[in-house]
């Protein structure tokens, strides 16, 4: 039996109750509409961050962005390199990424299952992200992320409206420098946002063909 496997899936299940909770964040960016909070969390010493916006999208339109994990280097902060690995079912792939680090600490890179669900009362759509960090083979000089939890809920306002919050905890491995840590936990979740709001009017996007989510 692998214990260290276990004790590894048990610490990311309760990072991840812990960072989807709605207790205890505290507003540290206010910025053009985009709200970044940031709260502490037992047994780690790195921040649950979440980010709130409204941005002027559809729910299917919005979604088909985020699953656009080829063209998510266009809008997602500090993303050298982003490619779906997996197209498991309509709703459900998985993806690899390399997030590029300021020298001289080493980039870092990560795979997640993302599963998209869509609650038929509220037609809220809920994405949400599943560390996978033995999915590849590490590669040289890049520090795999073995620990990640994220969620997107994206909430139909109507008028062409979507309220999106984004969770995201995640321990990046290795020593780590805390201005850096900071710079990721609130100018990267604000610059990421401003860009989904450019990104989301594309003509990609136009016409979204997703059979699993419903406007």
Known sequence: ????????????????????????????????????????LENSPFKAVKTVCIIDASLSRLTAVLLDINRSTDWVYATKKCNLLKQTTPAELIYYSEVEVPWPVSNRDFIIKLKVSQDEKTKAVTIVGENQPAYLPEINNIVRIVQCASKWVIIPLGKGQVKVEYVLQVDPGGSIPSWLINMFATKGPYESFKDLRKQVNKSFYNQPSLAFVKD
């Open 1 to 40: 039996m692998n214990f260290k496997f276990i004790y590894l899936t048990v610490c990311i299940i309760f990072y991840s109750a812990n960072c989807f909770s709605q207790n205890n964040w505290v507003l540290k960016l206010d910025k053009e509409g985009i709200k970044v909070y940031t709260k502490n």
